[in-house]
């Protein structure tokens, strides 16, 4: 009976305590968390698969949560997770994207983060190449592509080939055709990259990439707008300027608009506008 | 207490008798064995896969009390009505469930030990075999806490086995209710840390965020307990970390107890 | 406190109502209203068809059962309190010991909860597994045993603490006639040296051979109760359809009978 009275206190004790102790708990397993990630990350992708058996799909949302996690708390930490965590990272998804080729988040996630905050073009492409192969049927991983062919590699004549590609998909949006009719119809790349870039804004809702993509968009209209100047300089005087200080001088232009990102415009010789930022901005760290 | 003792030692050994049990020991004695035989092929970690192998055997050990003989030696015992046996005697309810708990993680801890020993012994075959210099850094310090919390995360989950033994007579519903007790505890604290970051692209509903701010205090959360990467890198829990990990689990189990007590109190033996 | 007063009342069943919820739709109302009393001393014979409610009324009384509604007096304590059980011993029905265990593992358990040493202990142990005619298995586990064989080592059990009243349910169920005298002349001895017995039985013979009273139950309640003398004394038709039947069962089934109408 004593034992009775005693144990009354002492449940409520034990009740109230391991309330107060989930956190912390919660806590130092997090301070040790991100060996977990590592540890899945260098399975063989072949085992990972064997052993799933046919939880394929199950473990490759379980593990991309993981993965989401683990980047979220790096964000959280240190604001960006480094070299060694990006590759990790992109072994995560390709283990998951080869449990599950269809699951279109670890793409969507390459895509956002890869290319925005890592730098890392290639191995979103790489990924972004396997999706157009397990998706068959969606205009997105090709339209990406395209952005990335277009928009960090400079190179044009690929992008137009991806969204060529990519207008035909059956989900394909009517100006996803529309800009791939006109990426290979002319060869202006600046209003088509605008028109790329409004159309991506669209979509976008993520307050940073949007960040990204309107300085972007900034810039280009800039460089537009200096293009055509330039030709309204020739028209008038018959001859191109030698600088953009010639369009100041000749009253077109009020003042050299600044660069968004840092650099100098200045006037090519085919008539381009360039700037010695070449449009990319000052790495940090 | 005397009453209690008796009841440990009575469910101690009727577990211990239970073939199961050398299966067990023999099984995991064959993983260890391989993993001294696999951390060859590396050339590198040795000592880190090593204590991945012997580590996760102890484990799956120690996990086999509250899945297989748990279920037995509670379920059945009011199916086959040998809970008569005792509680004929001047034996109240409560003392029969504190014993039968304790028996379990006696159990527990009996396979648990013999095969830490085991894994004890494994690195020393390494040693031997792959020299010693791959073993510089290895923490006894560090293995004893993993196992500690090792047996501590099956404390836990045997007394969730005697709540759910508790409140159904089925020993199969028992089995699938340990079963999901495990793997939500397992993956609660991966949900939660997900939820709690904002990340690209992610959108996750109030009610769901609120919902699993409530549940992360009932569920438990067995993953804090999981020391083996820490071990296997010879990464030492500070003092006041360890005991953080330790007062949730002790209390958490004394939670546990107290509801499985209050449920049996009420539970008809026909 | 002694008292040598033979009609002191042990056990007290007092309008006891138990009905099981075990399914949702069927509730199965094992005791209607059962109202009775043992004397100290006495041996006390429970008989009644199948269903009647036999098993629950001693389940009850051990306190594995609660009753909806009613008083129950186990050796003046309520049978929810685990105090109740240091003077008593209970043989279940199908006694299911632990299997991988032996004989000796059981009366030890009885030994350590009951306050014995280790050594008063090994002398009793030995005493009653002699008493018991299990001396040859006594190292054997209870799986290998023939249910005779458990039915004897859970009385051992039951014995062990020397309990003034002993319970049982179904005490010779499943015994062979060797078995079965074995096990009747343990409680006639038992009975002997002042103990009270309450047992419920198939067994028409050996209830009427061994008890000073037995109650007859049906459908949850206590029908009616009565000697072996006045069975004898009166004449109840000794022959149904032609068979002849002893005594008691003639007056069981009258009982039954009337009380189904």
Known sequence: MK????????????????????????????????????????????????????????????????????????????????????????????????????????????????????????????LLEKAVKNRPDDYTPLYFLGFNHFYFLNDAEKAAVYLRQAALKPNAPDYVKGLAARFSLYSKQTALGILFLENLLQDTQDKNIRMYLEKRLTALEIIDSLEKTVIAFRESFQQMPTSLDDLVRSGLLENIPADPYGGTFFLMDNGRIYTTSKLVAPLKK | MNNIFAVISIT????????????????????????????????????????????????????????????????????????????????????????????????????????????????????????????????????????LMSWLSVAVLIALVVVWCCVTTSAFLATLLTLFTYIIGQTIDDVVRFLSVDTVGVEISATVEKTVQVVKYIFPNLAVFDLKLQAAHNVILPFGEFTTIGMYGVCYCIVALSLAVLIFQKRDLA | MYTNFMKETVITYDQVFKTYKADIRIKKKALTGLHFQVQKGEVFGVVGPNGAGKSTALKILMGFVRADKGNIDLNGQSPTNPASHKFVGFLPENPCLYEHLTIIDHLKFCARVNGYSSQESVQKIQNLIDLVDLSHSATIPIRRFSKGMTQRAALACALFHEPEILILDEPMSGLDPLGRQLVIEIIREYNKKGHTILFCSHILTDVERMCDRIGIMCNGKLASIIKPEELAQNVYSQTTNGEKKTPLESFFLKTVEEQSL
């Open chain 2, 12 to 147: 101690f050994k009727e577990g211990l008798r239970q073939r199961i049990l050398y299966g067990v020991i023999i099984s995991a004695l064959f993983v260890m064995f391989f993993a001294v035989l696999f951390s060859g092929w590396f050339m590198r970690d040795i000592s880190k896969i090593i204590l991945d192998f012997c580590l996760s055997a102890v484990s799956v050990g120690g996990l086999l009390i509250p899945f297989f003989l748990a279920v037995n030696l509670l379920s059945k015992d009011i199916e086959r009505k040998t809970i008569y046996a005792i509680l004929a005697k001047p034996i109240s309810r409560t003392q029969y469930i504190l014993g039968k708990f304790g028996g379990l993680i006696a159990l527990a801890a009996v396979v648990m030990s013999i095969l830490s020993a085991s894994s004890l012994v494994s690195v020393w075959i390494g040693k031997l075999l792959y020299g010693a210099r791959f073993f510089t850094d290895f923490s006894l310090l560090a293995f004893t806490q993993a196992v």
């Open chain 1, 3 to 126: 034992i009775r009275n005693l144990s009354y206190p002492v449940i409520i004790l034990a009740a109230f305590l391991t309330v107060f102790f989930t956190n912390p708990a919660y806590n130092v397993r997090g301070k040790y968390l991100e060996e977990t990630i590592s540890h899945l990350g260098n399975l063989p992708t072949e085992l990972l698969q064997s052993v799933s058996l046919e939880f394929k799909g199950v473990i490759a949302d379980f593990l991309l949560m993981k993965t989401i996690s683990f980047m979220g708390m790096k964000i959280v930490e240190q604001e960006n997770p480094d070299k060694e965590e990006w590759q990790r990272i992109n072994q995560m998804l390709i283990r998951i994207t080869d449990l599950d080729g269809r699951f279109r988040d670890p793409y969507v996630l390459a895509e956002m983060s890869f290319v925005w905050q890592a730098g890392m073009i290639d191995e979103a492409n790489i």
